[in-house]
């Protein structure tokens, strides 16, 4: 038979030639033809497309993406990490030989490549390595739908901010108030909100709903597009539509970004459990474009409405009747409590219960400057404002406990949290949940608890810094939430930086 | 320019373990001027045996680093007398090829380490290695087998 392989390792001067040497010469030595082409540090020779047209299967020995993937597209293929080349060719040419065997009985049943697959030349790409542990898949999963739904983040994001930003000039004091009540669709009374319909060119305030309106938009793919694209890490192209389709479910059902998490692997699973049937030839040309999508999303969408749907009206209610039972208790515990609330799962169900008790009580408020409900409306805004303030802080002081894009992330978010943009938070969260999470809690429990203990109050639904002055005591206000912006970002330091000097002695990838 | 001089063979190596085995064969680069400064290459060659251990069946062990302390491609052999625990799952390594690269080679340079880690899997190289009666004899079986 005749085979061609890859090979790669990272320092790209060992491992990448020892283990083409080893296959090619197993290969020989157990009568075949093999061809590798060694993507290392003395660059590399791509194989002749002749050649691999003749072969009949790949191996891939790689701990770097092998590099133009979709030449060996339809092929049977071994896929390995480098070092099982090294200490086992002859086995691994054994197991080629196998694979073209059974491929030439059943095409099916044998893992080939799949063109427009990971390559790293072109179209989509994953952060997933092959050979490496279940907790670095894990984490490889969750950063490829991080790493695609950030410039959402930053676009939805920078745009509320500013569109927060131009209401306080146009309309004053109540800017961010009256501004988030535009949209496309308002009709019969609110017909004046629809800014489709009733745009001035030369009115700010309709300026200001046209960036709110797009803004909320583009917030409305965050946690779609974090689904798909974990989904898509998990099981490539097939992911992405039980993924995305997931995802905008779990929005719909106010499950939030961990929501989005679960139907990311929830997708990502079916689609890869459905898309290595074996199946009759006739269908195998219709799998892609229908029996997978159709399938995979089904089950996805259909288990996560049916099994989480009363869940999570179950928590929600528990929660509120939680909170609506306290009045009367510790206004400081209830501070801590709605700040730990805010901060947990940041847009999720448990925000959304703190936030929307906090709301509910301004209707009731009534003209009194220092109703109960105004402090609680502050506290619920200063903690709200805490876990993106604390993620930008904590990028900018230790850069290098973060990936590029996150980064980014972390300057955006230092608008966004000013502008109480939780969401600003969501691309770290989604990337270490435990971590963030429990650094959120705590950080947004302080700023919930002090808010309280100042007594500052607020009586403005949203708009972070732009309604600073429809808050009193602001500059205790401002106090409490740099304390716990200080407290947050303290833990997330420590915690990452024991993560990652842990991550460094006990490395053990398969990787070369 | 060679690859591996007489100066970079040790044949009697006395080393507890991976890291002091590593600091011998580097040194005898920093005598010979291809090594700029010990502490960042080993510290590079260090980061590599992180990753994942270098050791490889059959009692062979290859620390190895691109650094920015390493002035040319460099091979040094050691071969010592007991053991040193490389990581191998089959037992300590008896034949140690620290390989040392300059950042940014040149693919000449490359080249020359390329045939070098494809020589390794060869057991007759290897054998030969073993063998060598003297440091004259490695240097010589490295530029027959590698260099031409």
């Keep these: 038979m005749k085979f061609v392989g890859v090979t790669s390792c990272p320092t790209g001067i060992a491992h990448t030639y020892m283990a083409a040497e080893a296959l090619e010469v197993a290969a020989r030595d157990a009568g075949h033809e093999m061809i590798v082409e060694t993507q290392g540090s003395a660059g590399s020779d791509p194989l002749d497309p002749a050649v691999i047209a003749a072969a009949d299967g790949v191996v891939f020995a790689h701990d770097l993406e092998v590099v133009g993937r979709d030449r060996f597209a339809g092929k049977p293929t071994i896929d ?3 070092k099982k080349a090294i200490s086992d060719g002859p086995g691994l040419i054994t197991q080629a030989v196998a694979a073209v065997e059974q491929f030439r009985r059943d095409p099916g049943s044998v893992a080939v490549t799949v063109a427009g697959g990971s390559s790293a030349a072109t179209g989509l790409t994953t952060k997933v390595e092959s050979g490496v542990g279940t907790a670095t898949r894990i984490r490889q999963w969750l950063m490829t739908g991080v790493s695609y739904m950030i410039p959402f983040v930053a676009a939805g994001g920078i745009l509320i901010a500013l569109s927060f930003m131009l209401a306080q000039i146009a309309i004053g004091e109540d800017g961010a108030i009256e501004i988030v009540k535009y949209s496309l669709t308002a009709s019969g009374e609110d017909a004046a909100y629809n800014i489709a319909q009733n745009f001035d060119l030369l009115s700010l305030t309709s300026w200001a709903a046209l960036l709110f309106v797009m803004g909320a938009a583009a917030f409305g793919f965050l946690v779609p597009i974090l ?20 995802g905008s479910i779990a929005v719909t059902m106010q499950a939030g970004f961990l929501g989005g998490i679960a139907t990311g692997f929830l997708g990502g699973f079916v689609a890869r459990w459905i898309s290595r049937w074996k199946v009759h030839k006739g269908v195998r040309g219709v799998m892609p474009v229908v029996v997978i999508p159709l399938l995979s999303t089904l089950v996805t969408a259909g288990i996560f409405i049916t099994l989480l749907g009363r869940p999570i ?29 805010m901060g947990f799962d940041l847009g999720g169900p448990v925000n959304k219960v703190a936030y929307t008790f906090a709301t509910t009580g301004l209707g009731v408020a009534g003209a009194a400057t220092d109703a109960p409900q105004l402090k609680i409306m502050a506290a619920v805004m200063a903690a709200g404002m805490v876990a993106p303030l604390a993620m930008a802080l904590s990028t900018a002081v230790r850069p290098g406990l973060f990936t590029e894009p996150e980064r980014e992330n972390g300057k955006a978010a230092w608008l966004l949290g000013l502008s109480f943009i939780s969401e600003g938070a969501i691309p770290f969260a989604a990337a270490d949940p435990v971590r963030i999470i429990a650094s959120s809690v705590v950080g947004s429990a302080a700023t919930g608890a002090l808010a309280m203990l100042f ?3 607020l009586r403005a639904p949203h708009g972070g810094l732009w309604v600073l002055p429809l808050v009193g005591k602001f500059a205790l206000f401002v106090l409490a939430l740099a304390i716990g912006v200080v407290i947050m970002a303290g833990i997330v330091i420590a915690l990452k930086s024991r993560e990652q000097s842990k991550a460094a002695l006990t490395a053990t990838p398969l990787a070369a | 320019m060679s690859l591996i001089t007489t100066d970079q063979v040790v044949l009697d190596l006395d080393a507890a373990d991976r890291t002091e085995a590593t600091r011998q064969l580097a040194q005898t680069l920093v005598t010979s001027g291809r090594c700029t400064d010990l502490a960042t290459f080993l510290d590079d060659v260090r980061k590599r045996e992180e990753q994942m251990a270098t050791g490889l069946p059959g009692g062979i062990g290859i620390p190895h680093a691109r650094s920015a302390a390493i002035t040319q491609p460099s091979l040094v052999f050691g071969r010592p007398a007991t053991g040193v625990d490389w ?25 020359i380490l390329a045939a070098l880690a494809r020589k390794l899997m060869r057991a007759e190289f290897r054998q030969s290695l073993r063998d060598a009666p003297d440091a004259a004899t490695v240097v010589e079986i490295v530029e027959r087998e590698v260099v031409n």
């Design chain 1, 227 to 246: 689904s798909g694209f974990i989904a898509f890490a998990i099981a490539d192209r097939p992911g992405i539509v039980p993924g995305i389709v997931g």
């Design chain 1, 455 to 457: 007594g500052t109050t």
């Design chain 1, 313 to 341: 009206k179950w928590l929600m209610d528990n929660l509120t009747e939680g909170l609506n039972g306290m009045t009367g208790s510790s206004a400081v515990l209830l501070g801590l409590i709605l700040g730990a609330m």
């Design chain 2, 87 to 111: 990581g191998a799952e089959d037992g300590p390594a008896t034949l140690i090829f620290l390989i040392a690269a300059p950042d940014g080679g040149g693919q000449e340079h490359m080249k």
């Design chain 1, 80 to 82: 390995v990490g480098v």
